[in-house]
């Protein structure tokens, strides 16, 4: 059951429900036709004050980053429901949508324009923590990029989120943040990696069947062996980042997401 923000109208057909989080699309009265996203907490979490504290805070640092790798956001608010932002919409397909569709040319383009628009956010200090084929979306030419869902990014000053299982998507995750190690910009540069190879060869990193046994395998075994299967027919450029990128050891990996920009335009 969606609760839509006041001066919005529901378009049916569009709901997303997670976990955590309801998301579905909305117009605005004054909008002019335009199509927005709405995100509010789901209705089996309406009850975590840790959720809705964290939607509030994602809507804050939306605003912050003012549409620089991830969607504008448009409105904020709360209601009896409890809190809700609506963003722009954002053009294009998730990674998830190009899986095994496109060239490595294409791959490769998509790999500077989604590290670029992880730039911006680690510019602002936010660490995704998050990343993987749901949450980028890039433009049919693959020259821009957009991160989605900050549900789970770690920034200063954001609200923590309790004790309890491992939250974030195994198959892409670093080995530091599935050991519970404080996070910085380079574990989101190995969920990127690992996801554009996922795209680019159409293997998955982590095959294991369990959460429990993917979680022991991203916070014990390296994934280079995969990466350097997965980055077969990239450039030899791109192969050499994106496989660096995964390395096991965060310090072996590039400084940041600028330089793998720039290692990828080489």
Known sequence: MHVTPEGFTFLPGTERKTATAHVFEVTHRDG????????????????????????????DILRRLGGKGTPELF?????????????????????????????????ERAARAAFGALSHLHAEGVVHADVNPDNVIVAEDAHAATLLDLGLARWPGAPPMPPGPFRGTLAYTAPEEARGETLD???????????????????????????????????????????????TGLSPAAAEVLVRCCAFERAARPANAEAVVERLTS
Not at 33 to 43: A, D, E, M, N
Not at 78 to 90: C, F, S, T, Y
């Open 32 to 59: 002019g036709g335009l199509v927005y996203v709405c995100k509010r907490v789901g209705p089996r979490a309406s009850d975590e004050e840790w959720i809705r504290r964290r939607l509030v805070a994602e809507g």
């Open 185 to 231: 910009g380079r574990a989101d540069l190995f969920a990127l990696a690992a996801t554009l190879l996922h795209v680019h060869s159409g293997q998955l990193p982590r095959p294991q069947e369990t959460d429990a046994a993917m979680l022991a395998a991203a916070g014990d075994e390296s994934l280079e062996p995969w990466a350097r299967r997965a980055a």
């Open 75 to 107: 409105a904020a608010g709360e209601d009896p429901a409890g809190p809700w932002i609506v963003m722009g919409r954002v053009a294009g397909h998730t990674l998830r949508e190009h899986m095994g569709k496109m060239d490595a040319r294409w791959v």
